[in-house]
C-alpha cells in the first residue's frame, strides 16, 4: 500500500511538473518590457538564490569540493551552463516574439535530434522502428520549412541545444538540484554583471517598471526552480518510462497556447508538419514501451534461471548481459538528472527520452 501511495505521489509531481513547464508560456510575457537578455539574466541570478535556499533545507554540499577538485566535471559544467543559456535565452524571446507554437515543436522534435546525435556522435544503432520516427521527423521539418518559407530555426536550435546539453549532462552525472546550483553558479557572475551594467546605463527595468515589476523578475528564480524540484520528486517514485510519456504534457500545453490563447497562425502545411512530428514521436514511444516490455519479461526469465545457476550470465537478444539483481540490459541509460534528455536507441534500456522544458 505504502508503495502504491509512493507510485501515486510521484506521478502527481511529475504532472506537476510537467504542466508548470507546458504553462510557463504565460509568465515570460508578464515580463515586459524587459528584453529576453535581461529576463534570463534575473532567471540566471535568482535561480542560484533558490536553489541555494533548497541546498541549505537538504544539507547537501559535498559534492562542491569533489565538482572544483574535478577539473573534467566542471569544464563539462561550464559548456552545460553555456548551452543551456542559448536555450533558456531563445525560448523567452520566442515566446515573447509570437512564436510559441514553433518554440513548442522544438521541444517535440527534441528525443528524435536525440537519437539522431546518439548515432552520429555515440555510434548507437537504432531499431527499424526508430529508424522509421526519425525519417518521419526528417520529413516533418522539410514540409514545415517549405509551409514557413524558411527552416524552422527557432525549433532546431531549441532541440539541438537541449540535446547537446542533454549529451553533456549524461557525462556529468549529477543529481537535478546540484546540477542547476552548479549551472547557475557559473552563470552568476557574468548575468549580475549584466544587470549591474544596465542598472548604471539607466536601461534596467528592475526598478523602473515598478515593485510589481521587480518581484515578477525576482520570480524567475521560483519559476525554474520549483518544477525541477518536483520532478526529482516524481524521478525517485516512477518509473523512468512513466516520466518518459509525461514529458509529451509540456509541448502539448504549449502548441495548445501557441493556439488557442496565443492565437498564431496554423495553415494547412503546419498542420501536417505537426502530424509527421506526432506520428514520429507516436512510433517511438510504441516501440520503447514494447522492448520495455519485452525486455522486463526476459529479465524476470532469466532472474528465475540465475536463482538456480546465479554463476551464470545469459545474453539477451539485444547484445546486452542481464546479472542477477538487473533491472535491464547493462549499459542501459539512465537519466542522471531532470535537466537531462536521454537517448533511447538501440543498444540501450528502451526507455522513451525524457527531458526538462524550460
Given at each position: 500500500?505504502?508503495?502504491?501511495?509512493?507510485?501515486?505521489?510521484?506521478?502527481?509531481?511529475?504532472?506537476?511538473?510537467y504542466v508548470m513547464w507546458g504553462l510557463v508560456p504565460l509568465f515570460w510575457p508578464l515580463l515586459k518590457p524587459s528584453g529576453a537578455i535581461e529576463i534570463l539574466a534575473h532567471r540566471m541570478v535568482w535561480s542560484l538564490g533558490v536553489v541555494t535556499i533548497a541546498l541549505l533545507?537538504?544539507?547537501?554540499?559535498?559534492?562542491?569540493g569533489e565538482l572544483v577538485r574535478d577539473r573534467r566535471k566542471l569544464a563539462l559544467i561550464s559548456v552545460a551552463?553555456?548551452?543551456?543559456t542559448v536555450n533558456w535565452g531563445l525560448y523567452i524571446w520566442a515566446v515573447n516574439n509570437g512564436q510559441v507554437v514553433e518554440a513548442s515543436l522544438g521541444y517535440f522534435i527534441n528525443p528524435l535530434v536525440t537519437i539522431a546525435m546518439g548515432v552520429l556522435l555515440l555510434g548507437e544503432r537504432l531499431r527499424p522502428v526508430q529508424w522509421v520516427a526519425v525519417a518521419t521527423g526528417l520529413t516533418a521539418v522539410l514540409v514545415l520549412a517549405i509551409g514557413y518559407g524558411r527552416p524552422p530555426w527557432i525549433s532546431l536550435v531549441l532541440a539541438f541545444s537541449f540535446a547537446t546539453y542533454g549529451l553533456i549532462k549524461k557525462k556529468v552525472n549529477m543529481g537535478g538540484l546540484e546540477s542547476l546550483a552548479a549551472e547557475t553558479a557559473v552563470l552568476f557572475v557574468p548575468a549580475l554583471g549584466f544587470l549591474l551594467w544596465l542598472a548604471a546605463t539607466g536601461k534596467s527595468t528592475f526598478t523602473a517598471g515598478g515593485t510589481g515589476h521587480g518581484f515578477l523578475l525576482a520570480a524567475t528564480g521560483i519559476v525554474t526552480a520549483i518544477p525541477l524540484i518536483c520532478f526529482g520528486a516524481a524521478a525517485v517514485r516512477v518509473p523512468l518510462s512513466t516520466l518518459g510519456l509525461l514529458q509529451y504534457l509540456a509541448p502539448i500545453f504549449q502548441f495548445g497556447l501557441g493556439v488557442v490563447y496565443f492565437k498564431e497562425s496554423m495553415p494547412p502545411e503546419r498542420w501536417a508538419g505537426f502530424a509527421l512530428v506526432w506520428l514520429a514521436l507516436s512510433l517511438l514511444t510504441w516501440d520503447a514501451l514494447r522492448?520495455?516490455?519485452r525486455n522486463r519479461a526476459?529479465?524476470?526469465k532469466l532472474l528465475a534461471t540465475a536463482a538456480a545457476a546465479p554463476a551464470t550470465a545469459t545474453p539477451t537478444p539485444e547484445g546486452a548481459a542481464i546479472l542477477p539483481g538487473d533491472a535491464a540490459p547493462l549499459g542501459g541509460t539512465t537519466t542522471p538528472a531532470p535537466e537531462a534528455a536521454t537517448t533511447t536507441t538501440g543498444t540501450e534500456a528502451p526507455n522513451p527520452t525524457q527531458q526538462k522544458i524550460t
Open positions: 500500500m505504502e508503495g502504491k501511495n509512493e507510485q501515486r505521489a510521484g506521478l502527481l509531481y511529475g504532472i506537476g511538473a533545507a537538504v544539507r547537501r554540499w559535498a559534492w562542491i551552463a553555456t548551452t543551456i522492448t520495455a516490455r526476459l529479465a524476470v
